[in-house]
Protein backbone atom coordinates (compact mmCIF):
# COMPACT_ATOMS: atom_id res chain seq x y z
CA UNK A 1 0.00 0.00 0.00
CA UNK A 2 1.29 3.43 -0.55
CA UNK A 3 2.02 5.90 1.89
CA UNK A 4 -0.45 8.20 3.48
CA UNK A 5 1.69 10.63 5.36
CA UNK A 6 3.92 12.86 2.77
CA UNK A 7 6.28 15.85 2.76
CA UNK A 8 3.38 18.86 2.53
CA UNK A 9 4.26 21.22 -1.08
CA UNK A 10 6.40 18.62 -2.90
CA UNK A 11 6.40 21.06 -5.75
CA UNK A 12 8.45 23.84 -3.26
CA UNK A 13 6.22 26.67 -4.11
CA UNK A 14 8.45 29.95 -4.13
CA UNK A 15 5.44 31.49 -1.83
CA UNK A 16 4.73 28.92 0.76
CA UNK A 17 6.15 30.43 3.88
CA UNK A 18 4.99 26.93 5.75
CA UNK A 19 7.79 25.26 7.61
CA UNK A 20 8.79 22.09 7.03
CA UNK A 21 5.87 19.42 7.92
CA UNK A 22 4.16 16.65 6.75
CA UNK A 23 0.30 16.56 5.34
CA UNK A 24 -2.29 13.68 5.88
CA UNK A 25 -5.64 13.33 4.52
CA UNK A 26 -7.85 10.57 6.77
CA UNK A 27 -10.81 11.21 4.45
CA UNK A 28 -10.32 11.33 0.35
CA UNK A 29 -12.23 14.07 -1.19
CA UNK A 30 -14.90 16.93 0.51
CA UNK A 31 -17.95 17.04 1.21
CA UNK A 32 -18.06 21.01 2.21
CA UNK A 33 -19.10 21.74 -1.26
CA UNK A 34 -17.20 25.17 -0.99
CA UNK A 35 -17.61 26.75 -4.23
CA UNK A 36 -14.19 28.57 -4.08
CA UNK A 37 -12.18 25.15 -3.31
CA UNK A 38 -8.96 24.60 -4.98
CA UNK A 39 -8.91 21.29 -4.42
CA UNK A 40 -11.17 19.72 -7.13
CA UNK A 41 -8.58 19.41 -9.27
CA UNK A 42 -8.73 15.49 -7.22
CA UNK A 43 -10.39 12.97 -9.30
CA UNK A 44 -14.37 12.25 -7.91
CA UNK A 45 -13.53 15.43 -5.11
CA UNK A 46 -17.14 15.98 -4.20
CA UNK A 47 -17.34 12.58 -3.54
CA UNK A 48 -16.34 11.67 0.36
CA UNK A 49 -14.50 8.37 0.82
CA UNK A 50 -12.87 6.51 3.34
CA UNK A 51 -9.13 5.66 2.39
CA UNK A 52 -8.46 1.75 2.54
CA UNK A 53 -6.80 0.26 5.16
CA UNK A 54 -6.22 3.67 6.81
CA UNK A 55 -4.90 3.07 10.53
CA UNK A 56 -1.98 0.51 9.48
CA UNK A 57 -0.98 2.46 6.67
CA UNK A 58 -0.37 5.26 9.46
CA UNK A 59 1.17 3.40 11.41
CA UNK A 60 3.42 2.00 8.73
CA UNK A 61 3.91 5.79 8.31
CA UNK A 62 4.92 6.57 11.54
CA UNK A 63 7.37 4.11 12.29
CA UNK A 64 9.94 5.77 9.42
CA UNK A 65 9.05 9.52 9.34
CA UNK A 66 10.61 12.21 11.30
CA UNK A 67 8.37 12.76 13.82
CA UNK A 68 10.22 16.15 14.52
CA UNK A 69 8.29 17.51 11.86
CA UNK A 70 4.64 17.99 12.77
CA UNK A 71 1.75 16.28 10.84
CA UNK A 72 -0.86 18.61 9.06
CA UNK A 73 -4.34 16.84 9.00
CA UNK A 74 -5.66 17.92 6.30
CA UNK A 75 -4.82 20.15 3.69
CA UNK A 76 -7.10 18.84 0.70
CA UNK A 77 -10.05 17.63 2.39
CA UNK A 78 -11.65 18.18 5.45
CA UNK A 79 -10.91 15.35 8.83
CA UNK A 80 -13.82 16.55 10.07
CA UNK A 81 -16.76 15.45 7.87
CA UNK A 82 -20.42 14.14 8.92
CA UNK A 83 -19.65 10.60 8.39
CA UNK A 84 -16.53 10.97 11.10
CA UNK A 85 -19.78 11.18 13.53
CA UNK A 86 -19.75 7.47 13.20
CA UNK A 87 -17.06 6.26 11.30
CA UNK A 88 -14.00 8.21 14.13
CA UNK A 89 -11.65 7.49 11.57
CA UNK A 90 -9.94 10.43 12.07
CA UNK A 91 -10.36 10.11 15.70
CA UNK A 92 -8.61 6.73 15.52
CA UNK A 93 -5.71 8.24 13.82
CA UNK A 94 -5.39 10.94 16.17
CA UNK A 95 -5.40 8.25 19.13
CA UNK A 96 -2.29 6.36 17.14
CA UNK A 97 -0.61 9.82 16.55
CA UNK A 98 -0.28 10.00 20.15
CA UNK A 99 1.18 6.69 20.87
CA UNK A 100 3.98 7.97 18.71
CA UNK A 101 3.40 11.54 20.38
CA UNK A 102 3.67 13.24 16.77
CA UNK A 103 3.18 17.10 16.66
CA UNK A 104 -0.13 18.02 14.66
CA UNK A 105 -1.96 20.59 13.26
CA UNK A 106 -5.55 20.27 12.29
CA UNK A 107 -7.30 22.32 10.06
CA UNK A 108 -11.31 22.16 9.91
CA UNK A 109 -14.39 23.83 9.13
CA UNK A 110 -16.42 21.58 11.27
CA UNK A 111 -17.36 21.94 14.90
CA UNK A 112 -17.41 17.97 15.25
CA UNK A 113 -13.79 18.52 16.14
CA UNK A 114 -15.17 19.34 19.59
CA UNK A 115 -15.92 15.69 20.93
CA UNK A 116 -12.07 15.49 20.72
CA UNK A 117 -11.19 18.22 22.71
CA UNK A 118 -9.81 16.19 25.61
CA UNK A 119 -7.35 13.97 23.24
CA UNK A 120 -6.69 16.80 21.63
CA UNK A 121 -5.47 18.53 25.06
CA UNK A 122 -3.59 15.35 25.66
CA UNK A 123 -1.20 15.72 22.83
CA UNK A 124 1.08 18.04 21.01
CA UNK A 125 -1.28 19.78 18.74
CA UNK A 126 -2.62 22.85 17.29
CA UNK A 127 -5.92 23.35 15.98
CA UNK A 128 -7.40 25.57 13.35
CA UNK A 129 -10.65 26.57 12.46
CA UNK A 130 -11.76 28.25 8.91
CA UNK A 131 -14.63 30.64 9.02
CA UNK A 132 -15.00 32.96 5.76
CA UNK A 133 -18.57 34.74 6.24
CA UNK A 134 -21.56 34.75 8.09
CA UNK A 135 -23.68 36.58 5.41
CA UNK A 136 -23.22 34.38 2.69
CA UNK A 137 -21.83 31.18 4.23
CA UNK A 138 -24.72 28.96 2.80
CA UNK A 139 -23.82 30.07 -0.30
CA UNK A 140 -20.18 29.89 -0.39
CA UNK A 141 -20.14 26.40 1.50
CA UNK A 142 -23.34 25.06 1.49
CA UNK A 143 -22.46 21.61 3.61
CA UNK A 144 -20.39 23.12 5.97
CA UNK A 145 -21.64 23.79 9.68
CA UNK A 146 -22.78 27.34 10.34
CA UNK A 147 -20.01 29.39 11.18
CA UNK A 148 -21.70 30.16 14.74
CA UNK A 149 -20.54 26.84 15.55
CA UNK A 150 -17.58 27.10 14.57
CA UNK A 151 -16.73 30.30 16.76
CA UNK A 152 -17.94 28.30 19.62
CA UNK A 153 -15.69 25.50 18.67
CA UNK A 154 -12.53 27.75 18.79
CA UNK A 155 -14.07 28.89 22.02
CA UNK A 156 -14.29 25.34 23.36
CA UNK A 157 -10.95 24.27 22.20
CA UNK A 158 -9.18 26.95 23.67
CA UNK A 159 -11.08 26.72 27.25
CA UNK A 160 -9.73 23.06 26.89
CA UNK A 161 -6.47 24.73 26.69
CA UNK A 162 -5.54 23.77 22.60
CA UNK A 163 -3.69 26.27 21.10
CA UNK A 164 -6.57 27.63 18.41
CA UNK A 165 -6.02 29.80 15.29
CA UNK A 166 -8.37 31.02 13.02
CA UNK A 167 -8.64 31.04 9.38
CA UNK A 168 -10.24 33.45 7.47
CA UNK A 169 -9.81 32.53 4.51
CA UNK A 170 -10.30 33.48 1.71
CA UNK A 171 -11.48 36.64 1.38
CA UNK A 172 -13.33 37.22 -1.77
CA UNK A 173 -13.20 40.92 -2.79
CA UNK A 174 -16.71 42.29 -3.30
CA UNK A 175 -18.28 39.27 -1.22
CA UNK A 176 -17.39 38.78 2.49
CA UNK A 177 -14.54 41.89 2.55
CA UNK A 178 -16.68 43.86 4.42
CA UNK A 179 -17.55 41.42 7.53
CA UNK A 180 -13.52 41.17 8.36
CA UNK A 181 -14.06 43.26 11.26
CA UNK A 182 -16.67 41.19 12.57
CA UNK A 183 -15.50 38.03 12.35
CA UNK A 184 -12.35 39.18 13.99
CA UNK A 185 -14.16 41.11 16.75
CA UNK A 186 -16.02 37.61 17.58
CA UNK A 187 -12.92 35.59 17.40
CA UNK A 188 -10.56 38.13 19.22
CA UNK A 189 -9.73 35.06 21.80
CA UNK A 190 -7.93 33.01 19.30
CA UNK A 191 -3.88 32.78 19.49
CA UNK A 192 -3.72 33.76 15.97
CA UNK A 193 -4.86 34.41 12.69
CA UNK A 194 -4.06 33.70 9.11
CA UNK A 195 -5.50 34.94 6.32
CA UNK A 196 -5.21 34.80 2.28
CA UNK A 197 -7.22 36.15 -1.03
CA UNK A 198 -9.09 33.70 -3.24
CA UNK A 199 -6.76 32.73 -5.18
CA UNK A 200 -8.81 31.30 -9.10
CA UNK A 201 -8.89 28.57 -11.23
CA UNK A 202 -10.90 28.12 -14.19
CA UNK A 203 -13.51 25.40 -12.39
CA UNK A 204 -13.51 27.92 -8.65
CA UNK A 205 -13.99 30.85 -10.85
CA UNK A 206 -17.05 29.37 -13.16
CA UNK A 207 -17.98 28.32 -9.96
CA UNK A 208 -18.18 31.96 -7.98
CA UNK A 209 -19.50 33.32 -11.55
CA UNK A 210 -22.70 30.94 -11.35
CA UNK A 211 -23.41 32.22 -7.83
CA UNK A 212 -22.60 35.58 -8.11
CA UNK A 213 -23.27 36.37 -11.72
CA UNK A 214 -22.93 40.15 -10.82
CA UNK A 215 -19.41 39.87 -10.61
CA UNK A 216 -18.61 38.26 -13.53
CA UNK A 217 -16.81 40.81 -15.63
CA UNK A 218 -15.51 42.16 -12.56
CA UNK A 219 -13.57 39.59 -11.48
CA UNK A 220 -12.41 38.45 -15.40
CA UNK A 221 -10.31 41.75 -15.23
CA UNK A 222 -9.33 41.36 -12.09
CA UNK A 223 -7.79 37.55 -12.14
CA UNK A 224 -7.54 37.50 -15.63
CA UNK A 225 -6.43 40.58 -17.07
CA UNK A 226 -4.84 42.87 -14.57
CA UNK A 227 -3.38 40.10 -12.07
CA UNK A 228 -1.11 36.98 -12.07
CA UNK A 229 -0.74 33.77 -12.61
CA UNK A 230 1.42 32.37 -9.77
CA UNK A 231 1.72 28.37 -10.10
CA UNK A 232 -1.71 26.93 -11.50
CA UNK A 233 -4.32 29.71 -9.65
CA UNK A 234 -4.69 33.31 -10.97
CA UNK A 235 -4.21 35.84 -8.40
CA UNK A 236 -5.21 39.16 -7.93
CA UNK A 237 -3.22 42.28 -8.62
CA UNK A 238 -0.31 42.63 -5.91
CA UNK A 239 -1.34 46.15 -4.94
CA UNK A 240 -4.88 45.03 -4.01
CA UNK A 241 -3.75 41.54 -2.50
CA UNK A 242 -1.66 43.88 -0.02
CA UNK A 243 -4.64 46.75 0.51
CA UNK A 244 -6.74 43.70 1.80
CA UNK A 245 -4.44 41.59 3.46
CA UNK A 246 -2.98 45.19 5.50
CA UNK A 247 -6.04 45.74 6.56
CA UNK A 248 -6.64 41.94 8.16
CA UNK A 249 -3.17 42.45 10.17
CA UNK A 250 -4.39 45.78 11.48
CA UNK A 251 -7.40 44.87 12.75
CA UNK A 252 -5.81 41.76 14.38
CA UNK A 253 -2.83 44.73 15.74
CA UNK A 254 -5.75 46.49 17.19
CA UNK A 255 -7.06 43.21 19.20
CA UNK A 256 -4.00 42.07 20.63
CA UNK A 257 -3.66 38.84 17.59
CA UNK A 258 -0.45 38.15 15.53
CA UNK A 259 -1.20 37.93 11.91
CA UNK A 260 0.17 35.59 8.89
CA UNK A 261 -0.61 35.30 5.07
CA UNK A 262 -1.14 31.80 3.32
CA UNK A 263 1.06 31.67 -0.14
CA UNK A 264 0.71 35.25 -0.79
CA UNK A 265 4.19 35.99 -1.47
CA UNK A 266 3.61 38.96 1.15
CA UNK A 267 5.98 39.72 4.74
CA UNK A 268 4.35 39.15 7.94
CA UNK A 269 5.56 39.85 12.07
CA UNK A 270 3.95 36.41 12.86
CA UNK A 271 6.52 33.31 13.68
CA UNK A 272 4.65 31.39 11.46
CA UNK A 273 1.72 31.19 8.83
CA UNK A 274 0.24 27.74 10.23
CA UNK A 275 0.55 27.67 13.78
CA UNK A 276 3.33 25.98 14.49
CA UNK A 277 4.94 28.53 16.76
CA UNK A 278 2.09 27.45 19.44
CA UNK A 279 3.09 23.89 19.47
CA UNK A 280 5.06 23.02 21.96
CA UNK A 281 8.99 22.82 21.25
CA UNK A 282 9.40 19.45 22.39
Known amino acids: MSEVVRIFD ?40 KKKKVLIRLEKDLKKIDLSLPISMSNSSDP ?18 KDYDAKLLIVT ?17 CVSITITSFNKAKILESNAPPPEKRVEALRKLKDWGVPVVLRLDPILPKINEKEIDH ?17 LRADSFKRVCDHFPELK ?25 LEILRCVEEKCREVGLSCAFCREGIKFEAESCDGQHLLRKY
Open 80 to 97: YPPIEKKEKITKKCIELM
Open 217 to 241: NEYKKLYFKLGEKIGNSFYLPKNIR
Open 183 to 199: ILNLCEFVDHVVTSTLK
Open 10 to 49: PWKSKICTCKPKYSFNPYTGCSHNCIYCYATYIPRFRELR
Open 109 to 125: KSDIVIRDAKLLSEINC
